[in-house]
Nanobody
């Protein structure tokens, strides 16, 4: 059974930083697309960043967030700096076994999802 487990969320003041981690078990995702999405209260789940032979970001987090991966440990990370209140959301890790994704921002392209970790940015 494949599982993705996120950690690292919490409460942080505006301008602060957090590092999210996601560990996969049940199969390896080495050299497969992995991504982070987020969902704020009352809003749709939205794409944040993806990694697959490169890194890709939604415009609102460029230059603030960094996605990285450790294939030896089957993990993906999201370093979040200069956090803003509008970054408050539940953050989800996602993984795909499709090498030919044309649009990393589409939720339907990812077969596996974690349960999410809450990030709250507030003073």
């Amino acid at each position: 059974q494949v599982q993705l487990i996120e950690s690292g969320g919490g409460l942080v003041e505006p301008g602060g930083s957090l590092r999210l981690s996601c560990v996969a078990s049940g199969r390896t995702f080495n050299d497969y697309p992995m991504a982070w999405f987020r969902q704020a209260p009352g809003k749709e789940r939205e794409y944040v960043a993806a990694t697959f032979r490169g890194t890709f970001y939604t415009d609102s987090v460029k230059d603030r967030f960094t996605i990285s991966r450790d294939d030896d440990r089957n993990m993906v990370f999201l370093q979040m700096n200069s956090l803003k209140p509008e970054d408050t959301a539940v953050y989800y890790c996602a993984a795909s076994t499709n090498w030919f994704i044309l649009d990393y921002s589409l939720r339907r392209n990812y077969e596996y999802w974690g349960q999410g970790t809450q990030v709250t940015v507030s003073s």
